[in-house]
């Protein structure tokens, strides 16, 4: 068990090393502003909004807001058990650098925000791949944002993004074996 102990220490000077080279972006004023908007982008609420746009004006728009209702209903249970689980600091708590956002939780690990963007892009390249051509750079920059901010390592935001493709590509195999 030495061995997992000495992997997790360079996991967390590694996560902390990327961490600090990228939440130093924010010193300059306007990648910080650019920042909190691609992260306040992410919260809950735009999707919603999106996706009744998406029924409202386009003959796939039901079918993809029930497949993004679907997906959300089962991540955010499995999200927060994992938050929860881990209990993991969020970074701005264990070091002395600009906070700039407002948990609505104490956790980090994993991004929530990411994993949402990653979760509505994916699941729109199976209705509208050319929007989703389009605001992949936008999720990503959804989870990069995170980093800036102070609100994850560089790890939670990566695999809030591999869980937001992993829960849209599960919930289409299993309902196109249906």
Not at 103 to 126: K, M, N, R, W
Not at 147 to 171: K, M, Q, R
Request: net charge positive; with cysteine; charged share 15%.
């Amino acid at each position: 068990m030495v061995w997992l102990t000495a992997l997790q220490e360079t996991a967390l000077r590694v996560d902390l090393s990327w961490f600090t080279r990228i939440h130093r972006l924010n010193q300059h004023r306007w990648i910080a502003a650019v920042a909190q908007c691609f992260s306040r982008s992410g919260d809950g609420y735009w999707y919603f909004i999106v996706g009744l746009v998406f029924v409202l004006h386009s003959a796939d728009g039901q079918a993809f807001f029930t497949a993004c209702a679907a997906i959300f209903l089962f991540e955010r249970p499995l999200y927060w058990w994992l938050k929860n689980k881990f209990k993991r600091a969020r970074p701005t708590t264990l070091m002395a650098s600009k906070k700039l956002f407002v948990a609505q939780d104490e956790f980090s690990f994993p991004s929530g925000h990411t994993c949402a963007a990653f979760i509505f892009v994916t699941c729109l390249s199976y209705y509208y791949p050319v929007f989703a051509l389009y605001l992949l750079p936008w999720a990503c920059a959804v989870g990069v944002s995170r980093v800036v901010v102070g609100a994850h390592y560089v790890s939670d935001v990566c695999v809030g993004a591999l869980l937001g493709i992993a829960f849209v590509e599960t919930f289409f195999l299993i309902y196109f074996a249906l």
